[in-house]
């Protein structure tokens, strides 16, 4: 079965999995930061890349100072003109 482009970002996204240089910036990201390593983008056990060993040192410890998540951000509450603004702006008003 074949889905759209819009339903692989969507799932992407909930997942909190990065795409391309605008989300994954190389200088300021680690895989594991990531979480490449969920996508089976990163190997434990084989292999020479750069940062091997940084990655390698960080999930055999389990330290991941900081992590990618995803956030749902909801619309605000009705009455609120500021909310709305910003909500209708996003793409996210309610349907009437």
């Known amino acids: 079965r074949r ?3 819009a339903a692989l970002d969507a799932v992407r996204l909930a997942q ?26 990163v190997s434990f056990s084989k292999g020479c890349y750069v940062g091997q060993e940084l990655t390698a040192r960080t999930h055999f410890r389990g330290q991941v100072r900081k992590r990618l998540l995803p956030l749902l951000v909801a619309p605000s509450p009705a009455g609120d003109a500021e909310g709305a603004a910003w909500a209708d702006a996003m793409g996210l008003a309610p349907d009437d």
């Open 16 to 41: 909190g999995v990065p795409q391309g240089p605008a989300e994954l910036p190389s200088a300021g990201c680690f895989p594991l930061e990531s979480n490449l390593e969920h996508c089976s983008a």
């Open 3 to 5: 889905v759209g482009e």
